[in-house]
């Protein structure tokens, strides 16, 4: 398996503009997370999906970022508009609870400068 | 409030000898806990788990000890290799509540040759 897959890998954009991040899971896994890095607030969960639908997303910052997940191998996060203190490294991570516990795989992360 | 605390922001180990990363938790309903080992500019790898059903998981080199009366718990790595020189992040989730992992800020543990 190649692992769970996010693009673009960076991404710089001017304040107002919408950013779209992909993540494709690892197949068969049946959760997948959003989270954001910064230097100032570490590793944060935005939002998790169980089989395709929202679970948890009182970690999304405010009405400008929404997630989707059309279907199992698919999801997107949306910052609209965007502005410079979304800059991070957003992650996003899949996992099964088939089997023993919980195996959480990341990706590799789009870097997010926004300008 | 920070649930999840790694109150060593570094830690510098000669090669062979054992590092000991530590990780204090707040929150009773915790039950289930990972590690994580991330480089720079990749996402983080996940390198071991352990229940609260038990205080000792061991993987190769490494083994989590979980003290559940303390809310503590640490990452052994044991011989340390240089190729651990790493950030290393645990995290930490409420089972029956779902997966909403919380992780900790981060331990940077560098390897001496």
């Known amino acids: 398996d190649a692992g769970v897959i996010q693009s673009p890998r960076h991404e710089v954009t001017e304040m107002g503009q919408e950013v779209t991040l992909r993540c494709k899971p690892i197949?068969?896994?049946?959760?997948l997370f959003w989270y954001r890095q910064t230097m100032m607030r570490g590793l944060e969960l935005l939002i998790y999906f169980n089989n395709n639908v929202p679970i948890d997303d009182s970690g999304m910052p405010e009405d400008r970022f929404s997630a989707k997940m059309p279907n199992a191998s698919f999801s997107t996060l949306k910052i609209q508009p965007s502005e410079p203190r979304d800059s991070a490294v957003y992650f996003c991570a899949s996992t099964t609870t088939a089997g023993l516990g919980i195996q959480q795989y990341f990706g590799p992360g789009t870097r997010l400068t926004v300008t | 409030d920070q649930q999840v605390k790694q109150n060593s922001p570094s830690l510098s180990v000669q090669e062979g000898r054992i590092s000991i990363l530590n990780c204090d938790y707040t929150?009773?309903?915790?039950?289930?806990f990972l590690w994580y080992k991330k480089y720079p500019a990749e996402g983080p790898t996940f390198l071991i788990s352990i229940s609260s059903i038990k205080d000792k998981n061991e993987d190769g080199r490494f083994t989590v000890f979980l003290n559940k009366s303390a809310k503590h718990l640490s990452l052994h790595i044991v011989p340390s290799q240089p190729g651990d020189s790493a950030v290393y992040f645990c995290a930490a989730s409420d089972y029956n509540y779902g997966q909403n992992f919380v992780f900790g800020p981060g331990t940077r543990l560098s390897v001496l040759p």
């Open positions: 197949s068969g896994h049946d959760y």
């Open positions: 929150n009773s309903m915790f039950d289930y």
